[in-house]
């Protein structure tokens, strides 16, 4: 039997860690997992040491990862253990796995390649060679093992093991439980990896896959045995791009479960029919991506091909079934000026969003949006990869005129959103040098919304780690 401990800075569900400890857990594995922002960066080492782990795994994107990194290096540094890293971040830079603390990266799906190295280990046999695995070969260059095929089944796989999270009282008594019904997005969003992802796993399977729908209500109905479920949040990309498989499923979950449930969808996705199933089936709210209000800035730059009109089209749709929505929206996009970023507040204003989610856009490496920022001129040349752990609230971008009011605009412009005749001072009000008192502003209004939502104490919304994070939604 090995032993796997997976590692995370803040409080917050991830799907990969539940899915690959239940994976090691049905082929006699031991896993656990702690969270630093809980236990302390001080107790972690001597509880690494007492624990004695076979492999330590963390799962990083390309913001905030140098902790990972960092702690990696400690680890080996005291102990006798293998480093495995997964996530966006080695997948769509592998050289990552040349770094030093790091023994192995992999490359998309983990599950079989975590098995495999743990099989390894635990049969003391060599593991150098496993699909998936990138690591440092003896001359410093990078060593990348090929990718197994996609897997075909999910109903194949263990639920997730949420016992590794729900240790942690604050998330177990969460009424809001979140859930995933498949894997893969079909579109090529700039601005995601979806794009790069469907080129690495050209011709090793079908990308978008669903797990059947009596898996999900199954999944569902024995979380429900075990924990407190007042709300289900399905968070997949995009729930609603298998017409013929929502239907089936929400008639299902209708029947079977009857609990209030999120989820998120494209604009493009909606008719009339999927309305409607979604609000008789219990929709509590659903969230897209509305993202700027310029629609040739959102289908040219963002490749996002929805007008104007079709969002007020189907957010009008929502609104006669009874459904609210909330919607996610970029500020300091390339090419985005002070009229644009005022456009998005209105358009939200105008189609009636419940809650406008907003972000200051700022590019991740290996997507398209990128590769067109360093080629027009809007990264520096300096910008390093390690400059990324440092601009998750604010933007790497040069050369962009309305920079500064933009960034401001992110921060107050969902404060007009319920109130349009707000907008104009909103707008003045974004052209004054404020940025740190609109920052406060915001983690304030994000710490109300949380803790409205999620019903959670004060001390609780600060333990979760919201404010640093923004992992929650």
């Given amino acids: 039997m090995a032993k796997v401990l997976f590692l995370q800075d803040v409080l917050y569900e991830a799907f990969g860690p539940q899915v690959l400890s239940a994976v090691l857990k049905e082929h006699g594995h031991s896993c656990d997992l702690e969270v630093i922002s809980m236990e302390g960066r001080r107790n972690i080492l001597p509880r690494i040491r007492a624990g004695k782990p076979d492999i330590v795994s963390f799962s990083i994107s390309s913001f905030g990862f140098q902790w990972a990194v960092e702690l990696a290096q400690e680890i080996k540094s005291e102990i006798d253990t293998v480093t495995l890293f997964g996530g966006p971040h080695p997948t769509y830079f ?94 090529g969003c700039s601005y995601c ?21 009596a898996d999900v209500v199954a999944e569902i109905q024995e979380v429900r045995t075990k924990y407190d479920l007042q709300t289900v949040g399905f968070s997949d990309d995009t729930f609603t791009t298998n017409k013929k498989w929502l239907l089936e499923f929400l008639d299902l979950y209708r029947r079977e479960i009857g609990v209030p449930f999120t989820c998120l969808t494209r604009i493009n996705e909606l008719d009339e029919e999927i309305a409607r199933a979604l609000a008789d089936a219990g929709c509590h709210y659903v969230s897209f991506g509305l993202e700027v209000g310029n629609e040739q800035i959102r289908k040219t730059i963002l490749n996002r091909r929805m007008s104007d009109d079709e969002i007020r089209k189907k957010s009008r749709m929502l609104r006669d079934v009874g459904i609210p929505f909330l919607t996610y929206n970029m500020f300091g996009v390339p090419g985005e000026k002070a009229e644009d970023g005022i456009k998005t507040v209105q358009l939200n204003a105008e189609i009636g969003t419940s ?67 707000l907008i104009p001072l909103v707008a003045r009000l974004a052209r004054w040098p404020l940025g740190p008192i609109f920052d406060l502003a915001y983690k304030v209004s994000l710490f109300l919304r949380y803790k409205i939502r999620f019903r959670l104490t004060t001390w609780e919304v600060i333990r979760l780690g919201m404010g640093s994070r923004g992992r929650f939604g």
């Fill in 355 to 421: 809650l406008m989610g907003a972000s200051v856009f700022s590019p991740l490496l290996g997507t398209a949006i990128f590769d067109y920022c360093k080629r027009e001129g809007y990264i520096d040349d300096s910008f390093d990869i390690e400059d990324f752990d440092r601009v998750a609230s604010s933007s790497p971008l040069v050369n962009v005129e309305d920079l500064e009011f933009l960034t401001n605009l992110q921060k107050i412009g969902f404060n007009a959103v319920g109130f349009p005749s």
């Fill in 193 to 213: 990896f979806n794009r790069a992802a469907q080129d690495m796993y050209k011709g090793l399977g079908k990308y978008v896959r669903h797990r059947s729908p």
């Fill in 94 to 187: 592998p050289d990552f796995a040349t770094s030093e603390g790091v023994d192995y990266a992999c490359r998309g799906e983990g599950e079989g390649a975590i098995l495999d190295l743990a099989n390894a280990i635990d049969g003391h046999t060599p593991h150098q060679d496993i699909p998936n695995l990138m690591r440092r070969g003896p001359d410093g260059a990078l060593i990348s093992n090929p990718l197994r095929p996609l897997i075909a089944d999910l109903d194949s796989l263990p639920f997730p093991d949420r016992d590794i999270y729900f240790k942690y009282r604050p998330l177990r008594r969460l009424g809001y439980k979140r859930f995933m019904v498949g894997r893969g997005c079909p579109y």
